[in-house]
T-cell receptor
Framework: DTEVTQTPKHLVMGMTNKKSLKCEQH?????MYWYKQKAKKPPELMFV???????INESVPSRFSPECPNSSLLNLHLHALQPEDSALYLC?????????????FGQGTRLTVV | EDQVTQSPEALRLQEGESSSLNCSYT??????LFWYRQDPGKGPEFLFT???AGEEKEKERLKATLTKKESFLHITAPKPEDSATYLC???????????FGTGTRLKVLA
């Protein structure tokens, strides 16, 4: 099973709202990722967790707050977003090994900020 | 700086018309070159991993190859259901970052 599950599939939120995106995998992967993707653009890395610790933050604004409660779950907490934050948010996971292995992606959460 | 570049940006093929997509990379200490297929509004679907120059992988009508500077995704006798955006990504040594190219939008006409 190579499934990464993201919820919700769609989310509309106001600029003063607080919401969370959730991601779950049961492949035993210990690296988990958040990507942001705008239309007709490639995925853009936001955060990487390795063994439940934040290892990469690509200078993401603090209105995005990641959390990795355990090895299977990854959350992205959203607060005071701007309309330009509207995008497809993708979660991915991969093995943590020195040789590169493929990342598996979820189906994404389509976020609209109004 | 690590970089992955794909060409062409968009490609229209007639059903059955074979072609190739290009992915040029400069990734320090390449630890893997990955191909994904992405349908509109969906997450990328993993296709292939290539590790070393000369390696080839095949799946149905798709074949991926790797040289020291480029990777190619060959599509043989494509069908309309092969229409999608094809992304390639590289991962360098000592990092968990996947560097994505901008993708090739493929449209196969019946």
């Amino acid at each position: 099973d190579t499934e990464v599950t993201q919820t919700p599939k769609h989310l509309v939120m106001g600029m003063t709202n607080k919401k969370s995106l959730k991601c779950e995998q049961h492949m035993g992967h210990r690296a988990m990722y958040w990507y942001k993707q705008k239309a007709k653009k490639p995925p853009e890395l936001m955060f990487v967790y390795s063994y439940e610790k934040l290892s990469i933050n690509e200078s993401v604004p603090s209105r995005f707050s990641p959390e990795c409660p355990n090895s299977s779950l990854l959350n992205l907490h959203l607060h005071a977003l701007q309309p330009e934050d509207s995008a497809l948010y993708l979660c991915a996971s991969s093995q943590v090994v020195s040789v590169g292995t493929e990342a598996f992606f979820g189906q994404g959460t389509r976020l609209t900020v109004v | 700086e690590d970089q992955v570049t794909q060409s062409p940006e968009a490609l229209r093929l007639q059903e059955g018309e074979s072609s190739s997509l290009n992915c040029s990379y400069t990734v320090s200490g390449l630890r893997g070159l990955f191909w994904y297929r992405q349908d509109p509004g969906k997450g990328p679907e993993f296709l292939f991993t290539l590790y070393s120059a000369g390696e080839e992988k095949e799946k149905e009508r798709l074949k991926a190859t790797l040289t020291k500077k480029e990777s190619f995704l060959h599509i043989t006798a494509p069908k309309p259901e092969d229409s999608a955006t094809y992304l390639c990504a590289g991962r360098g040594s000592g990092t968990y970052k996947y560097i994505f190219g901008t993708g090739t939008r493929l449209k196969v006409l019946a």
